[in-house]
């Protein structure tokens, strides 16, 4: 059974930092490319970031560019997401997905995590 459970979301000031984590499960983690999505009350989910199975390739939303990092540690299987320069339009959940490459059509159609929240606010 595949198993993805997000952590290291909390509340952080406009500004501020976190480091998100995916611990992985049930599955080869190292042959599955990995993504991050985030979801923000009453809103669709919106593709920030996904890695390559070996960590070499990564792609960003513009929306986070030069200020989210996304890498993984395949002997943990471990997924991370570095959040900098944070913004109230941050606030969100965050889940991690499983072989999603990009934004795609439906999100549904991928696994992830009970996710975890990203409240950025003064």
């Known amino acids: 059974e595949v198993q993805l459970v997000e952590s290291g979301g909390g509340l952080v000031q406009p500004g501020g930092s976190l480091r998100l984590s995916c611990a992985a499960s049930?599955?080869?983690?190292?042959?599955?490319?990995m993504s991050w999505v985030r979801q923000a009350p009453g809103k669709k989910f919106e593709w920030v970031s996904s890695?390559?199975?070996?960590?070499?390739?990564?792609i960003y939303a513009d929306s986070v560019k030069g200020r989210f990092t996304i890498s993984r540690d395949n002997a943990k299987n471990t997924l991370y997401l570095q959040l900098n320069s944070l913004s109230t339009e941050d606030t969100a959940m965050y889940y991690c997905?499983?072989?999603?490459?990009?934004?795609?059509?439906?999100?549904?159609?991928?696994?992830r995590g009970q996710g975890t929240q990203v409240t950025v606010s003064s």
């Open positions: 997905t499983k072989g999603q490459w990009g934004s795609v059509s439906d999100y549904t159609a991928y696994d």
């Open positions: 890695i390559s199975t070996g960590g070499a390739t990564t």
């Open positions: 049930g599955f080869t983690f190292r042959a599955y490319r």
